[in-house]
């Protein structure tokens, strides 16, 4: 019998949030060892600047993947809208293997199709602006000649401005839109969409297809477990006392 694959997104580790990193450490020594692999699909970090970050939360994340991926274990990252700036080098110390944007694979006989999720929200036109401004490869070049911590004051600067703007926002603009996951559906040819970003946990039915949403963590992990025998299924799960 195969092993389980799981899924995670949104847990926006930082340094001010130890509550996560202790959820993070249990899921990476506890749960984590018994998947065949690990998909992290986005915001695994509150904000990344660069591969030059450190800090002692880092360093730990970074053992705690490292020691994954030595068992044997394959960790797969998919950039979120705040550590789209992670880069080679993170993924070279850590044996993880960047995704591209849209990944494609077979799960267990079905064609699934894992993503963030924030392409998704077409809706959001402001997001999608910014989304465009900040992916562009000579900004982001300009960018990191900036000293790292300047780097980090213009991330704390620009989560701010994102916190400030979601207040005036309607939660319907800050969720997919349904013509995008239908275009992206058939353009993929899929069975199944994985994806995280909007943080509302749930496994939409449409027609003969699915779409997974990933929750964010907070009090609890959630992690989405696929099994050959399972459809997949939601685990929330608190720190053990
Ligand atoms: O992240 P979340 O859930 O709060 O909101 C997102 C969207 N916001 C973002 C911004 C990120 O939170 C912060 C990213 C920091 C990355 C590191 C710095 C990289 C700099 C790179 C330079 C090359 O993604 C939010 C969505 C929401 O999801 C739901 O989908 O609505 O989108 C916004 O809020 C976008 C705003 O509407 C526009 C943001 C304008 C920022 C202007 C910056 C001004 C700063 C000036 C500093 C001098
Ligand atoms: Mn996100």
Redesign the pocket.
């Known amino acids: 019998m195969s092993k389980p694959t799981y899924f995670i997104a949104d847990l926006h580790l930082s340094e001010q949030s130890p509550h996560l990193l202790a959820l993070f450490r249990y899921f990476m020594t506890d749960i984590a060892p018994q998947a065949q692999a690990l998909y992290i699909l986005g915001d695994l970090f509150d904000?990344?600047?660069g591969d030059d970050e450190d800090s002692e939360a880092i360093r730990e994340i970074k053992q705690l993947l490292t020691q994954l991926t030595t068992q044997g274990i394959a960790c797969y990252f998919c950039h979120g809208?705040?550590d789209?700036?992670l880069g080679k080098k993170f993924a070279e110390q850590t044996g993880v293997q960047l995704l591209p944007e849209y990944h494609k694979m077979e799960l267990y006989g079905k064609a699934t199709l894992v993503c963030h999720g924030?392409t998704l929200?077409t809706d959001?036109l402001?997001?999608q602006k910014?989304?465009q401004r900040?992916h562009q490869p000579w900004?982001?070049k300009l960018?990191f000649c900036l000293p790292l911590k300047y780097?980090i004051k213009?991330?704390q600067?620009?989560?701010q401005?994102?916190?400030a703007?979601?207040k005036e926002?309607n939660a319907q603009i800050?969720d997919v839109n349904a013509d995008t996951v239908r275009q992206t559906f058939a353009h993929f040819n899929v069975e199944q969409i994985i994806h995280g970003?909007?943080h509302r946990q749930a496994i939409h039915f449409l027609e003969d297809k699915k779409r997974i949403v990933l929750g964010d963590w907070r009090e609890e992990l959630s992690v989405f477990v696929v099994e050959e025998q399972y459809q997949g299924y939601f685990v929330n799960l608190a720190l053990p006392q």
Do not use: E, P
Request: charged letters at 30%; aromatic letters at 18%.
């Open positions: 904000f990344w600047v809208n705040r789209f700036l924030d929200c959001d402001a997001y910014f989304r900040v900004l982001q960018f780097r213009l991330a600067r620009i989560r401005q994102s916190q703007d979601k926002k800050m970003h909007t």
